[in-house]
């Protein structure tokens, strides 16, 4: 894990270890003896993955005075370093601030090569079960950059359905899943995102103002699930509930949608109470130590 103390950050060992001598990064999990004996040296690799692997245990975003020190770089060579690395989509660079964050172009390739870490795989049979209970259009997203991105959907049978494509994105404020996940944001973290995206308004029930978006978050904390009333869209209404990693913080949400005149407001704490249950299971699955508190929790509410 990173320290931050100032503006001094440091590398965990067992990441990345920095060989002075050779000048690459050695992965500590390979014994150094069959590293430092192999001809296969790319040095602009090593580093590449050594500030991937500085950003990734980052609880924030990095500036490149942090990053120097930690690669045992000049900052010349950070910042060619981190040029490249925001052209192919691994770094995402805030425009504001100047800070460093992981890109989605590694969610992207990490998903095709091992089906989203084993996230999207994992969450597949909830989804369909949560669909053939209910008939509707499942949904499963995470959060990037402020925004819902859809990783995975089991649509509904149905002629009227929610008309959403796996790898488009969508409004926070105004979606089920985009409520649940920024629920689980500090407040700070949540004003950044409405003052980079703004309120706008999509249909006459949308949130517009930062002051109603936060009273709904509260509201969504302590129910344990969030809807969407026809704000993105005039007659459909959606529930979302977030699903937690192994730490307890956000991993991604899921989502049942479908018309107003199906997913009735009486019906709605019926599919809330299995929606939750599903994200809940999928959250102990994930490695999630409260888990089992949550669903005691919901029951009783």
Request: a positive charge; glycine letters at 6%.
């Amino acid at each position: 894990m990173i320290d931050w103390r100032g503006s001094n950050v440091r590398c965990k060992p067992s990441n990345f270890i920095l060989d002075k001598q050779k000048q690459f990064h050695n992965m500590a999990r390979v014994p150094q003896s069959k590293t430092m004996d192999s001809p296969y040296k790319v040095q602009v690799l090593d580093r590449a993955l050594a500030a991937l692997a500085i950003l990734a245990n980052s609880s924030s975003d990095c500036s490149l005075a942090e990053l120097c020190p930690a690669l045992d770089l000049k900052k010349s060579t950070v910042h060619r370093l981190m040029m490249v690395l925001e052209q192919h989509r691994l770094v995402v660079k805030n425009p504001e601030t100047g800070r460093y964050r992981l890109g989605l172009r590694l969610y992207e390739l990490g998903s095709r090569a091992i089906d989203g870490l084993d996230l999207r795989g994992r969450a597949r049979p909830y989804l369909d079960r949560l669909q053939d209970e209910f008939g509707e259009t499942v949904f499963f997203c995470i959060l990037d950059e402020g925004q819902v991105f859809y990783v995975e959907k089991v649509e509904s049978q149905r002629s009227v359905r929610t008309a959403c494509t796996v790898g488009s994105r969508a409004p926070a404020y105004c979606t089920a899943v985009g409520k649940a996940m920024l629920a689980e944001l500090p407040d700070t973290e949540v004003t950044k995102i409405v003052r980079r995206w703004g309120l706008k308004a999509v249909t006459a029930k949308t949130i517009t103002t930062a002051s109603a978006l936060k009273a709904e978050l509260r509201a969504v904390r302590a129910r344990g699930y969030a809807i969407d009333d026809e704000e993105k869209e005039e007659g459909l209404r959606c529930i979302g509930a977030a699903v937690r990693s192994h730490n307890g913080k956000l991993a991604a949400a899921m989502s049942i949608s479908g018309p107003a005149f199906r997913i009735t407001k009486e019906r709605v704490p019926e599919i809330a109470r299995v929606l939750t249950e599903a994200a809940g299971k999928l959250s102990a699955e994930l490695g999630y130590q409260g888990a089992q508190a949550d669903l005691v929790q919901s029951a009783a509410n």
